[in-house]
C-alpha cells in the first residue's frame, strides 16, 4: 500500500463514515446489532425483522468516498478473517479458515533463522487451531494437512514430530485460565541479531548467569532498591533481507515542515472547552 501506516489511515478515514452515517442510521436499537471491522474486513450481526431499513440499502450506505464494498448477503455462516463462524439449532461454532489460494509459504529448513522460529511457528499455529475449533475433528484436519505443508516445504517428519507431540502436552497440561502473575514476573531482554555462527542462547545465559548477574544483583537502582532482574531471554532479530533494502516503505517529510507544527494550528483554532 506504499507506507507501513497506509493501513492505520485508511482505518482512520472510514471510521468517520462509520461514527457519522452507518452506526447512527442502522444502530440504536435498529437492525444493526454488532459491527466490528479490521481495515477492509467486517463482520455484522443483522436482525432482518425490523421494517424502516433494508439491508440492501445498508450496502448501498457502506460506500463512503472512493471506497467501494462488497457484502456477502445474510447467512447463517460466514467468513470471517481466518473462522467460518456458523449458527446451528441455536449453537454458534466456528473453525479455522483459509483462502483457496493459500499456498501456505512456511519457511524451509535451509533458511537462517533461529532454531526456535520453526518451533514458535508450530507452538503458535496448533494453539490458535485449538482455540478456533469448535469440533474436535475440524482440528485434526488443520494440523494434519499443516503438518503435510511443512514436509512439502522440506521439513523432516523427525524433527516437527517432536514439536507436535511436545504442543499437544502443553495443550493438555494448560490451565483454562492464564495465572494473573505471569504478567508480573520481571523479565530481561538481550535483543540480538541471530546468525547460525553464533553461540547458542544456552551458552549466552550461562555466561549472563556467571559474569553478570553476580553483579547486577548486588547494585541499586536510582532509588536505591535492588534490580529484579528475573530470568535472561535472547530475543532474536533476523537480519535485513534483500526486500527490506530494495523495498523500503517509508513517509517522507517535505523540508522545513513540522507536523507539530500543524498540530499547534489546530489546537489555537479550536480550542477545548
Same mark, same amino acid.
Given at each position: 500500500?506504499?507506507?507501513? #501506516? @497506509?493501513?492505520?489511515?485508511?482505518?482512520?478515514?472510514?471510521?468517520?463514515?462509520?461514527?457519522?452515517?452507518?452506526?447512527? +442510521?442502522?444502530?440504536?436499537?435498529?437492525?444493526?446489532?454488532?459491527?466490528?471491522?479490521? !481495515?477492509?474486513?467486517?463482520?455484522?450481526?443483522?436482525? *432482518? %425483522? #425490523?421494517?424502516?431499513?433494508?439491508?440492501?440499502?445498508?450496502?448501498?450506505?457502506?460506500?463512503?468516498?472512493?471506497?467501494?464494498?462488497?457484502?456477502?448477503? *445474510?447467512?447463517?455462516?460466514?467468513?470471517?478473517?481466518?473462522?467460518? =463462524?456458523?449458527?446451528?439449532?441455536? &449453537?454458534?461454532?466456528?473453525?479455522?479458515?483459509?483462502?483457496?489460494?493459500?499456498?501456505?509459504?512456511?519457511?524451509?529448513?535451509?533458511?537462517?533463522?533461529?532454531?526456535?522460529?520453526?518451533?514458535?511457528? !508450530?507452538?503458535?499455529?496448533?494453539?490458535?487451531?485449538?482455540?478456533?475449533?469448535?469440533?474436535?475433528?475440524?482440528? #485434526?484436519?488443520?494440523?494434519?494437512?499443516?503438518?503435510?505443508? =511443512?514436509?512439502? /516445504?522440506?521439513?523432516?517428519?523427525?524433527?516437527?514430530?517432536?514439536?507436535?507431540?511436545?504442543? @499437544?502436552?502443553?495443550?493438555?497440561?494448560?490451565?483454562?485460565?492464564?495465572?494473573?502473575?505471569?504478567?508480573? +514476573?520481571?523479565?530481561?531482554?538481550?535483543?540480538?541479531?541471530?546468525?547460525?555462527?553464533?553461540?547458542? $542462547?544456552? /551458552?549466552? $545465559?550461562?555466561?549472563?548467569?556467571?559474569?553478570?548477574?553476580?553483579?547486577?544483583? $548486588?547494585? &541499586?537502582?536510582?532509588?536505591?532498591? %535492588?534490580?529484579?532482574?528475573?530470568?535472561?531471554? !535472547? @530475543?532474536?532479530?533476523?537480519?535485513?533481507?534483500?526486500?527490506?533494502?530494495?523495498?523500503? +516503505?517509508?513517509? %517522507?517529510?517535505?523540508?522545513?515542515?513540522?507536523?507539530?507544527?500543524?498540530? $499547534? +494550528? =489546530?489546537?489555537?483554532?479550536?480550542?477545548?472547552?
Amino acid at each position: 500500500m506504499g507506507t507501513s #501506516v @497506509a493501513c492505520v489511515l485508511a482505518t482512520i478515514y472510514y471510521s468517520y463514515h462509520e461514527e457519522t452515517t452507518l452506526l447512527p +442510521t442502522y444502530g440504536n436499537g435498529g437492525p444493526l446489532l454488532f459491527y466490528k471491522r479490521l !481495515i477492509d474486513d467486517g463482520f455484522i450481526i443483522w436482525k *432482518p %425483522t #425490523v421494517p424502516f431499513a433494508s439491508f440492501d440499502r445498508f450496502k448501498s450506505d457502506l460506500c463512503f468516498g472512493k471506497l467501494t464494498w462488497t457484502a456477502a448477503s *445474510p447467512s447463517h455462516s460466514v467468513d470471517f478473517l481466518d473462522l467460518t =463462524l456458523s449458527i446451528s439449532n441455536g &449453537n454458534i461454532s466456528s473453525k479455522t479458515y483459509t483462502k483457496e489460494h493459500n499456498l501456505h509459504l512456511y519457511l524451509p529448513p535451509s533458511s537462517a533463522h533461529s532454531p526456535g522460529t520453526l518451533k514458535s511457528l !508450530i507452538f503458535g499455529n496448533l494453539q490458535r487451531y485449538w482455540k478456533q475449533n469448535t469440533h474436535t475433528s475440524d482440528y #485434526v484436519n488443520m494440523a494434519s494437512a499443516f503438518r503435510q505443508h =511443512l514436509l512439502a /516445504r522440506g521439513h523432516h517428519s523427525k524433527d516437527i514430530d517432536t514439536i507436535f507431540l511436545a504442543v @499437544a502436552h502443553h495443550i493438555d497440561a494448560a490451565p483454562e485460565q492464564p495465572s494473573s502473575n505471569a504478567r508480573a +514476573t520481571p523479565k530481561l531482554f538481550l535483543h540480538w541479531e541471530y546468525h547460525p555462527k553464533d553461540l547458542p $542462547r544456552q /551458552r549466552i $545465559r550461562s555466561l549472563f548467569n556467571e559474569n553478570c548477574s553476580p553483579t547486577l544483583s $548486588r547494585a &541499586n537502582t536510582v532509588k536505591g532498591n %535492588t534490580p529484579q532482574l528475573g530470568r535472561l531471554t !535472547i @530475543a532474536y532479530s533476523k537480519p535485513k533481507s534483500i526486500g527490506n533494502t530494495l523495498c523500503q +516503505t517509508k513517509m %517522507t517529510q517535505p523540508n522545513g515542515q513540522n507536523v507539530s507544527d500543524y498540530i $499547534r +494550528t =489546530l489546537s489555537t483554532a479550536t480550542p477545548s472547552p
